[in-house]
């Protein structure tokens, strides 16, 4: 079934603070929701960067006339010479740590050079250490993805990734932050995150034990219905071209 956008309020708002013009727009780290969003858009050129291999095959039916490239921003060669217009930054901060640990932190540094325009950042405050249910959820999944031996995402404060964007020569101009309503999709999410790196438990006994722990988790979590729990935000910047910097698309 082909991927249907739905209304998101973060977008729509980006989408109100750029205005109708687009020019050439870069998804700096796609996935399908933000990419058939910005299909929507009137944009003179887009091109969508994704590291993960399987997403091949899904982007291009999202957005037939993108340009999608697949490359990680650690090699020096990605996008060389070229710069857009508009920058989107989709929840790419807190995933870095999953694919290149520690590049966060050069991360917007170099993005810098390939934008020319406005760059939106879309991030997800750091969850709230409360010891609410959804809490516990949060806490249990990452317990699951560091047990199969994989890296978890790791978000970061609006206020540091508006420092961060900053000392990268980006002017920050407004930040805005959207408290979360959130429900059954976010307490399935979360913790079908967690099932699925069970079978990678080296022990069984606590492989089946956690997974106990989630099921309880979920019937619990879901009986209490949608709560304003943690919250996104989006950085809006400027960036203009660098007066030596990389030549248009």
């Not at 013009?21 to 780290?29: E, H, P, S, T």
């Not at 101009?173 to 429900?183: I, Q, T």
């Not at 034990?209 to 935000?233: F, K, P, V």
């Amino acid at each position: 079934m082909p991927y249907q956008y739905r209304v998101d309020a973060l977008f729509e708002w980006i989408a109100k603070v750029n205005g109708p013009a687009w020019g050439d727009v870069l998804d700096a780290g796609t996935g399908a929701h933000s990419l058939a969003w910005l299909a929507t858009l009137p944009t003179r050129s887009l091109t969508a960067l994704t590291v993960e291999d399987w997403r091949l095959g899904e982007l291009p039916g999202i957005a037939p006339a993108a340009r999608i490239v697949r490359g990680e921003w650690t090699d020096p060669a990605l996008l060389h010479g070229e710069s857009f217009d508009q920058v989107l930054v989709d929840y790419v901060i807190g995933a870095i740590d999953g694919h290149a640990p520690y590049f966060q932190y050069d991360y917007l540094a170099r993005l810098r050079p390939h934008c020319r325009g406005s760059v939106y950042l879309v991030g997800l405050e750091p969850p709230p250490r409360d010891g609410s249910i959804l809490d516990q959820i949060c806490r249990v999944r990452d317990a699951c993805i560091l047990l199969a031996g994989h890296r978890m995402y790791r978000e970061y404060p609006s206020e540091l990734v508006r420092r961060w964007m900053e000392q990268a020569g980006m002017q920050v101009s407004d930040v805005r932050v959207f408290p979360n309503r959130v429900g059954a999709r976010f307490i399935n999410g979360q913790l079908d995150v967690a099932r699925r790196k069970l079978p990678l438990f080296a022990d069984r006994a606590l492989a089946s034990a956690m997974e106990r722990q989630i099921e309880d988790l979920r019937s619990a979590a879901l009986a209490n219905g949608e709560q304003t729990w943690g919250a996104d935000y989006v950085v809006v910047a400027t960036a203009p071209a660098p007066s030596q910097g990389a030549r248009n698309t």
